[in-house]
C-alpha cells in the first residue's frame, strides 16, 4: 500500500515562506491532498493537486508535485501565526477522497 | 449545514466496557470513514463505507465493529475497549477530499 512521509517539525519567522515536504511512494496516486489541523480539532482540506498537474496556486498556497521524485509539497507565503498548526499530506485511491493514506504531519510553528 | 457530526466529542471508559461512537453527515456523500489519531502515526484507517450498505476493514481494523445505518450515519463500535484504543477517532465522509468531523478523544483506563 501506500507509504507517505513528512518532516516532524518545521518553524518560521512570521512574514517568511514556508515549505512543508513530503514524499509517497503509490505512483497510481489519483489525487494528493494537503489538510491542515489546529490544536484540538480536526482535519480540514487546504488544497488537493490532480496527480497530470505539475503545480497548483491557491491565494497564499502553492503545491508544487514531482511524479519522478514522488515528491510533493506546500508553499506558504507570507505565513502568519494563524498558519502554525499540524500540516498532513495525503494520497492514495482511484477515486477523489478515497481510502487515503496520510503522512505523519510536520508541525509548523510560526515565530512573531 | 452540518458538515460532518460525531458524538461524543470525549469519553472514558474502563478496559472491557463497550461503546459506540456515532457520526452523521449531511452532505449526501456515498462514502464514509473512520480513522483514528495517535501521536507521531498520523491517520490511520479503521473501517470504510464505500456506500450505503457495504463495509470493509481497513489498515487497523482488529477491535472495532462499524455500521453503515443510512447513507447519513455510519458508526464504530467498540465491543471490549483496551488501553491499547485509547486515541483520538475521526470520522470523514468524501467527495473531493476528506471531510472530517470535529473527532472524539477516547481514553481507556
Known amino acids: 500500500g501506500e507509504d507517505v512521509e513528512q518532516s516532524l517539525f518545521l518553524s518560521v519567522r512570521e512574514g517568511d515562506s514556508s515549505v512543508i515536504n513530503c514524499t509517497y511512494t503509490?505512483?497510481?496516486?489519483?489525487?494528493l491532498y494537503w489538510y491542515k489541523q489546529e490544536p484540538g480539532a480536526g482535519l480540514q482540506l487546504l488544497t488537493y493537486?490532480?496527480?497530470?498537474?505539475d503545480m497548483k496556486q491557491d491565494q497564499r498556497l502553492t503545491v508544487l508535485l514531482n511524479k519522478k521524485d514522488k515528491h510533493l509539497s506546500l508553499r506558504i507565503a507570507d505565513t502568519q501565526t494563524g498558519d502554525s498548526a499540524i500540516y498532513f499530506c495525503a494520497g492514495g485511491g482511484s477515486a477523489a477522497g478515497n481510502k487515503l493514506t496520510f503522512g505523519g504531519g510536520t508541525r509548523v510553528l510560526v515565530k512573531p | 449545514n452540518a458538515g460532518v457530526t460525531q458524538t461524543p466529542k470525549f469519553q472514558v471508559l474502563k478496559t472491557g466496557q463497550s461503546m459506540t461512537l456515532q457520526c452523521a453527515q449531511d452532505m449526501n456523500h456515498n462514502s464514509m470513514y473512520w480513522y483514528r489519531q495517535d501521536p507521531g502515526m498520523g491517520l490511520r484507517l479503521i473501517y470504510y463505507?464505500?456506500?450505503?450498505?457495504?463495509?470493509d476493514k481497513g489498515e487497523v481494523p482488529n477491535g472495532y465493529n462499524v455500521s453503515r445505518l443510512n447513507k447519513r450515519e455510519f458508526s464504530l463500535r467498540l465491543e471490549s475497549a483496551a488501553p491499547s484504543q485509547t486515541s483520538v477517532y475521526f470520522c470523514?465522509?468524501?467527495?473531493?477530499?476528506?471531510?472530517f468531523g470535529p473527532g472524539t478523544r477516547l481514553l481507556v483506563l
Open positions: 503509490d505512483s497510481s496516486s489519483t489525487y
Open positions: 470523514a465522509s468524501s467527495e473531493r477530499g476528506l471531510n
Open positions: 463505507s464505500a456506500s450505503e450498505g457495504t463495509t
Open positions: 493537486i490532480f496527480s497530470n498537474m
